[in-house]
């Protein structure tokens, strides 16, 4: 099965930057998603990450080490609408057995 | 707006019903997922089908049923409904083509509530 973890809530300033950091172990891995999810709305894919190093998507960032287990998402020029729920997700594909798992999210508050 | 659609919005149901939702798909795509989200928790997989088969299982028991259509709508049945399946579900399109293209988009939920 896959262990996911990630902080519960940041807060930050309007126009800073923030790095959501997602830990995970799983057996059979093959690639991590991130994606925001507003209050009362479903999530929206920002990213998937299945090599090593950062992908960058205008202000949003995200970096994977395979060997640590290790993932983090970097929001820049942080604005107020950014206040959400960050989600990190680890799909994990062996044999045609398809499991997509998810972490608890990260909420984060943009503060003016 | 990802095109992916879901019925109804909201339900109540009592504890020991059945119960079905539905998800229609963005065009073009061949694969669906369902996924159960308690307030406060990340989306849990339930369940994915690819070309109307099954092709992965979370934990989930038997109760927590589905179907894909040939136009690639899909079903979730829940049978004996308890009062833990209250949560929000949701349903995720996407086109699989086995090179790594995963992206998954999501339709607004069904808010089910078991009194």
């Known amino acids: 099965g896959q262990n996911i973890d990630q902080p519960t809530e940041m807060t930050a300033t309007e126009g800073a930057i923030v790095q959501i950091n997602c830990t995970y172990q799983?057996?059979?891995?093959?690639?991590l998603f991130w994606y925001q999810q507003h209050a009362g709305e479903a999530p929206t894919f920002l990213s998937y990450?299945?090599?090593?190093g950062l992908e960058e998507k205008g202000r949003f960032s995200s970096f994977l080490s395979r060997s640590k287990g290790y993932s983090y998402l970097l929001l820049k020029e942080l604005q107020m609408k950014d206040s959400a729920s960050y989600l990190c997700?680890?799909?994990?594909?062996?044999?045609?057995?398809?499991?997509?798992?998810f972490g608890a999210g990260t909420t984060v508050t943009v503060r003016a | 707006e990802t095109g992916v659609t879901q019925s109804p919005t909201h339900l109540i149901k009592t504890r020991g019903q059945q119960v079905t939702l539905r998800c229609s798909s963005q065009s073009g795509h061949n694969t669906v997922s369902w996924y159960q989200q308690a307030l406060g928790q990340g989306p849990q997989f339930i369940f994915q089908y690819y070309r109307e088969e099954e092709n992965g299982r979370g934990n989930f028991p038997p109760r927590f049923s589905g179907l894909q259509f040939p136009n690639y709508s899909s079903e979730l049945n829940v049978n004996a409904l308890e009062l833990d399946d209250s949560a929000l579900y949701l349903c995720?399109?996407?086109?699989?083509?086995?090179?790594?293209?995963?992206?998954?988009?999501f339709g607004p939920g069904t808010r089910l509530t078991v009194t």
């Open positions: 990450n299945v090599l090593d």
């Open positions: 995720a399109s996407s086109y699989t083509n086995w090179t790594g293209d995963y992206e998954q988009y």
């Open positions: 997700a680890v799909l994990d594909f062996r044999s045609n057995d398809y499991k997509l798992s």
């Open positions: 799983t057996s059979g891995f093959n690639g």
